[in-house]
């Protein structure tokens, strides 16, 4: 039993830790095997290379442009990321805010604390956030985004960013033989 005192929101933070020390990516991070400690305080949000000015994340470990890495990923109130994939396989736990990850091939993961989503490789999904987000996110190799449009069909950030975020995207048309 967790004592009143904890609250859902530190429970939840320390869900994140405990996912943290055991997400796949640790092995390959970098700092394996030094101390390290962060605190809400210290941690420095940055704008995401090709994903909407809404949406912002702190490394926590390793380096995403380059492999795996571990980080706090937050949309802002209203934000929407388009439909994408990741080369990466992808954990994502949900530490606070409301909204939604629709996915292509499975149900969409509602966004309350403590909420779990494991997207394999080039996992088609979206994320819309209603309510201020927060989120520990793992990768297992760099991270990358490639948009999709409606058909399924990968497109440029700049053009999938200027789109409205549709409900869900067709399923590549399969070439007849």
């Not at 390793?62 to 934000?79: N, Q």
């Not at 530490?95 to 309350?112: A, E, R, T, Y």
């Not at 994320?127 to 497109?155: K, M, P």
């Amino acid at each position: 039993m967790i004592p009143r005192s904890h609250g859902t929101r530190a429970l939840l933070v320390e869900l994140a830790a405990v996912a943290a020390l055991l997400a796949p990516a640790a092995s390959d991070a970098a700092g394996v095997g030094q101390m390290m400690v962060v605190t809400p305080q210290s941690v420095k949000f940055i704008q995401i290379p090709g994903m909407p000015s809404c949406a912002s994340a702190a490394i926590l470990r390793g380096d995403p442009r380059t492999g795996p890495a571990w980080v706090l990923l937050k949309l802002a109130s209203g934000c929407r990321v388009p439909w994408h994939w990741h080369t990466a396989n992808e954990d994502l736990l949900v530490i606070s805010g409301q909204g939604s990850l629709p996915m292509k091939d499975g149900p969409p993961l509602p966004f309350v604390p403590g909420a779990y989503a494991s997207l394999p490789s080039k996992h088609v999904h979206q994320a819309i956030c209603t309510r201020s987000c927060l989120f520990f996110n793992s990768a297992d190799a760099a991270f990358d985004v490639h948009y999709v449009d409606a058909n399924g069909q990968e497109i440029a950030a700049d053009q999938a960013l200027a789109q409205p975020v549709k409900p869900h995207p067709a399923k590549p048309k399969r070439k007849k033989k």
